[in-house]
């Protein structure tokens, strides 16, 4: 009777001290600041095939793994086409210099800016055909994670990360990424403190005084895909700024109360929640609870960012804009009952109705900034034309750097109507979900390229670089405008 009390005193004292170890990996402290330095657009190397001249950005929606294989379809066609750049011969994909993504789509995006050829050769074995659902509950079930789970820094969140990065990425940080040069992979997720949206970059780190370059890239992808109710978030410290730090140029007056109407007060209002070290922890979850499609970081760059800055520049000739949105929508059975929807009824729409509406928001709001560029070119060619004629003398408007001639390429669904063969119903109606059959991964990978190929806006970008490749003046039926709205 005395053994067995000293047994379980030792176990007992055993269980205390496991679930006390477990612990989630800790984001690492940054000493010193340097704009010059770390995970961003500016620092990564081009490549010998990439120019700017021809700028192109993807975003690939969440969805689970039908956004994971749509995008992965959609990089198979762009490693397929061959086009005509500055008098170099290239495939459409050397040319991709960002990668803005969400939940599912976030392991396409970060295997290909981690392993890049290997994309083609193994992602569809090691994630696509995998039964990642399956796997998740095989960690979950086991007895030897309880006692790590029973520690309240510990939690299903860290599990995913574990087996992400062991089985997915290969254990692999940011720096590889930044080692890789472009694209830049902007990996988004959404803090749940002030419900804003956090991208995984140096700058973001910056605000929280850390290193990213140390950061495991499987954490950022869990904590994208983080969807609610199923997992957990997962957790950064928030230290001191690091010595020498100083907030991006347009903060200052961004936060400025009396421009509360813009977006860059709210984006200056979202950098000051990280500023204020009153707020300790981060908490993070599925990015597409801020933005399921990928491009608010897109019209960030575009606002104040790295786009904005090679516009102003005058180096963007053709700005390319893919979004690959892989949105379902089930029928509307609600609304023909009496009774009114269960528990788990009102949790799914909860956490997706507000997803699929800002979707629609965020590519509305694309569109309606290159309209809003391209009618500003097309007034100052108008206004220098008139005063040429009527007044020579009078001064002219300042010209832009450059006029760019853009594209909004948005791939879903929906649009499988209208290829030849081909169910959007089909498409429309499977699960979100990390498992999928092999039928259904072959359907969807297959569906992306003849979705793009489709596309009147690609077609016309086609057309035009064709026809500047071979000194041909540009198609009639593709005048600058006409690649921004269907």
Same mark, same amino acid.
């Given at each position: 009777?005395?053994?067995?009390?000293?047994?379980?005193?030792?176990l007992t004292s055993a269980f205390i001290l496991l679930t006390g170890c477990a612990q989630y990996i800790v984001n690492d402290r940054s000493q010193t600041f340097d704009a010059k !330095?770390?995970?961003?657009?500016?620092?990564?190397?081009?490549?010998?095939?990439?120019?700017?001249?021809?700028?192109?950005?993807?975003?690939?929606?969440?969805?689970?793994?039908?956004?994971?294989?749509?995008?992965?379809?959609?990089?198979?066609?762009? *490693?397929?086409?061959?086009?005509?750049?500055?008098?170099?011969?290239?495939?459409?994909?050397?040319?991709?210099?960002?990668?803005?993504?969400? !939940?599912?789509?976030?392991?396409?995006?970060?295997?290909?800016?981690?392993? *890049?050829?290997?994309?083609?050769?193994?992602?569809?074995? &090691?994630?696509?055909?995998?039964?990642?659902?399956?796997?998740?509950?095989?960690?979950?079930?086991?007895?030897?994670?309880?006692? &790590?789970?029973?520690?309240?820094?510990?939690?299903?969140?860290?599990?995913?990360?574990?087996?992400?990065?062991?089985?997915?990425?290969?254990?692999?940080?940011?720096? &590889?990424?930044?080692?890789?040069?472009?694209?830049? #992979?902007?990996?988004?997720?959404?803090?749940?403190?002030?419900?804003?949206?956090?991208?995984?970059?140096?700058?973001?780190?910056?605000?929280?005084?850390?290193?990213?370059?140390?950061?495991? #890239?499987?954490?950022?992808?869990?904590?994208?895909? $983080?969807?609610?109710?199923?997992?957990?978030?997962?957790?950064?410290?928030?230290?001191?700024?690091?010595?020498?730090?100083?907030?991006?140029?347009?903060?200052?007056?961004?936060?400025?109360?009396?421009?509360?109407?813009?977006? &860059?007060?709210?984006?200056?209002?979202?950098?000051?929640?990280?500023?204020?070290?009153?707020? *300790?922890?981060?908490?993070?979850?599925?990015?597409?609870?801020?933005?399921?499609?990928?491009?608010?970081? #897109?019209?960030?760059?575009?606002?104040?960012?790295?786009?904005?800055?090679?516009?102003?520049?005058?180096?963007?000739?053709?700005?390319?804009?893919?979004?690959?949105? $892989?949105?379902?929508?089930?029928?509307?059975?609600?609304?023909?009952?009496?009774?009114?929807?269960?528990?788990?009824? #009102?949790?799914?729409?909860?956490?997706?109705? $507000?997803?699929?509406?800002?979707?629609?928001? !965020?590519?509305?709001?694309?569109?309606?900034?290159?309209?809003?560029?391209?009618?500003?070119?097309?007034?100052?060619?108008?206004?220098?034309?008139?005063?040429?004629?009527?007044?020579?003398?009078?001064?002219?408007?300042?010209?832009?750097?450059?006029?760019?001639?853009?594209?909004?390429?948005?791939?879903?669904?929906?649009?499988?109507?209208?290829?030849?063969?081909?169910?959007?119903?089909?498409?429309?109606?499977?699960?979100? !979900?990390?498992?999928?059959?092999?039928?259904?991964?072959?359907?969807?990978?297959?569906?992306?390229?003849?979705?793009?190929?489709?596309?009147?806006?690609?077609?016309?970008?086609?057309?035009?670089? $064709?026809?500047?490749?071979?000194?041909?003046?540009?198609?009639?039926?593709?005048?600058?405008?006409?690649?921004?709205?269907?």
């Amino acid at each position: 009777m005395k053994r067995y009390g000293i047994r379980m005193a030792v176990l007992t004292s055993a269980f205390i001290l496991l679930t006390g170890c477990a612990q989630y990996i800790v984001n690492d402290r940054s000493q010193t600041f340097d704009a010059k !330095s770390g995970y961003r657009f500016d620092t990564l190397d081009p490549g010998a095939l990439n120019s700017d001249s021809l700028f192109i950005c993807l975003m690939f929606s969440g969805g689970g793994t039908r956004a994971a294989a749509l995008s992965y379809g959609i990089m198979e066609a762009l *490693r397929d086409t061959v086009i005509c750049v500055d008098g170099l011969e290239k495939r459409l994909l050397d040319e991709v210099d960002c990668i803005s993504s969400v !939940s599912g789509g976030s392991f396409t995006a970060a295997y290909y800016g981690l392993f *890049r050829e290997r994309l083609f050769e193994d992602f569809r074995v &090691r994630f696509l055909e995998r039964d990642v659902q399956g796997a998740l509950a095989s960690r979950l079930f086991n007895p030897v994670n309880w006692v &790590r789970l029973a520690s309240p820094y510990f939690s299903r969140i860290d599990m995913a990360a574990e087996l992400y990065d062991r089985d997915i990425f290969d254990a692999a940080g940011f720096e &590889r990424l930044q080692r890789n040069g472009r694209p830049f #992979v902007i990996l988004n997720a959404t803090n749940l403190g002030p419900d804003r949206r956090f991208d995984f970059t140096q700058e973001s780190f910056d605000a929280l005084g850390s290193r990213l370059d140390l950061y495991q #890239v499987s954490r950022a992808v869990a904590a994208s895909s $983080a969807f609610p109710y199923l997992l957990t978030p997962i957790s950064l410290k928030n230290y001191p700024v690091a010595e020498g730090y100083t907030a991006p140029w347009w903060y200052k007056n961004a936060i400025d109360s009396n421009n509360w109407t813009t977006e &860059r007060y709210n984006a200056a209002k979202n950098l000051s929640v990280y500023l204020d070290k009153e707020n *300790r922890f981060i908490h993070l979850m599925d990015g597409g609870l801020s933005d399921n499609i990928g491009a608010r970081a #897109v019209l960030d760059a575009f606002d104040r960012g790295f786009i904005r800055t090679r516009i102003n520049q005058g180096v963007i000739k053709h700005l390319v804009l893919i979004v690959v949105n $892989a949105r379902t929508q089930s029928g509307d059975q609600l609304s023909r009952k009496e009774k009114p929807p269960g528990f788990f009824t #009102v949790a799914e729409k909860t956490a997706t109705v $507000a997803m699929d509406n800002y979707s629609y928001d !965020s590519v509305t709001k694309l569109r309606e900034a290159l309209y809003a560029r391209v009618q500003t070119q097309k007034d100052d060619q108008a206004c220098v034309a008139l005063l040429s004629k009527y007044c020579p003398q009078a001064p002219k408007p300042i010209p832009f750097a450059a006029d760019i001639d853009p594209y909004v390429i948005e791939i879903k669904f929906e649009a499988a109507s209208q290829i030849p063969g081909e169910d959007a119903h089909y498409y429309i109606g499977l699960p979100t !979900s990390f498992k999928l059959s092999k039928e259904q991964v072959a359907k969807l990978v297959a569906i992306g390229p003849k979705l793009l190929q489709a596309a009147p806006q690609y077609q016309c970008m086609l057309k035009v670089l $064709a026809a500047e490749a071979e000194g041909q003046l540009r198609p009639e039926a593709c005048p600058v405008g006409a690649g921004i709205f269907p």
